[in-house]
């Protein structure tokens, strides 16, 4: 009965030291965007993986890709633009799984007298990212005929909401369709919005996950990781109000009537099959970039994405 004793904690303490750590680092404080990665958690999707996954929210949001490149985190978060940008730059990273698979921004107004993008000439349009959503305003502009130079392009620092409510502005290009949306109805105005893969732009994934890519191909972690997440998203569909009870413990600050919004407008943004690659999609958007002076040159897809051809 002693040696059966022995033998069952020695057995569970095999189990648990078997669990493979994974160092996630988000792409900024945690939110409602990263539903699908705690519901993975949660559900016991990762655990039956073999991974014991970790979700570090980063100091500095700009420095995640670095810190990924310099072997601080296992994964991390980004943005499709930015993979374009971080090869550009050297930057040893690459793209093996998708989080969110379309735009959540939107160029939105709170001016009933605009009905479409041509009634911005001549106006005030905010943005939060320099060099890239300046950018899109423009291609957006020019896709119905208006001179963006005819517009007066305003750096917001990430307040549009207040900036477009004090009417500081006439429209910015900071304002998801999972968040900023609702909070400015929740205020009682009616924003009216404009979808960039709808003007101009060709679509790309919100969310990405990276990896180095040095060690990218040959890490068992990551299709453990991604076949996880894919169990998560389904599981969160299924229970998103289970899954959210569980958020708010694990996170209470977290615990408001905005934030709920977000969660339930978030459900159908997240990508069934994370490891899942659009080869031409990525290419288009690669040829955007170029196009408009965003990087100087476009790299093989392979350097993009460990699942391209």
Excluded at 51 to 61: C, G, H, T
Excluded at 166 to 174: L, P, R
Excluded at 280 to 291: C, E, S, W
Aim: proline fraction near 6%.
């Amino acid at each position: 009965m002693r040696f059966f004793a022995v033998a069952l904690l020695l057995g569970c303490s095999l189990s648990v030291s078997a669990a493979e750590r994974v160092r996630l680092l988000l792409d900024w404080f945690v939110n409602p965007n990263h539903a699908a990665i705690f519901a993975a958690r949660q559900s016991g999707a990762f655990a039956r993986e073999g991974l014991d996954v970790e979700m570090i929210a980063p100091a500095d949001s700009a420095a995640v890709p670095l810190l990924l490149a310099a072997g601080q985190a296992d994964l991390a978060l980004s943005y499709q633009p930015q993979l374009y940008t971080l090869v550009e730059k050297a930057v040893p990273v690459i793209r093996v799984g998708t989080l969110i698979n379309q735009p959540l921004n939107t160029l939105t107004t709170l001016d009933s007298h605009i009905h479409s993008l041509s009634d911005f000439a001549g106006k005030t349009l905010g943005y939060a990212i320099p060099g890239f959503e300046d950018v899109t305003v423009r291609t957006m502009l020019t896709s119905a005929g208006v001179n963006p130079d005819s517009v007066k392009l305003v750096n917001l620092n990430m307040s549009a909401v207040s900036a477009l409510l004090s009417k500081h502005i006439d429209g910015a290009m900071t304002i998801y369709r999972n968040y900023e949306q609702l909070e400015l109805q929740d205020k009682g105005v009616t924003p009216i919005t404009f979808k960039p893969e709808e003007h101009g732009l060709p679509a790309w994934d919100e969310l990405i996950i990276l990896a180095n890519q040095k060690t990218a191909a040959s890490d068992k972690r990551i299709p453990a990781f991604l076949r996880g997440l894919n169990a998560g998203v389904a599981w969160l569909r299924a229970h998103p109000q289970q899954v959210w009870l569980a958020f708010i413990k694990a996170y209470p600050e977290l615990n408001t009537p905005l934030n709920h919004q977000a969660w339930l407008a978030t459900l159908p943004y997240f990508a069934s099959d994370a490891g899942a690659f659009d080869a031409t999609r990525y290419q288009r958007f690669a040829d955007y970039m170029l196009a408009n002076k965003l990087i100087t040159q476009v790299a093989p897809l392979s350097r993009y994405s460990l699942a391209a051809p």
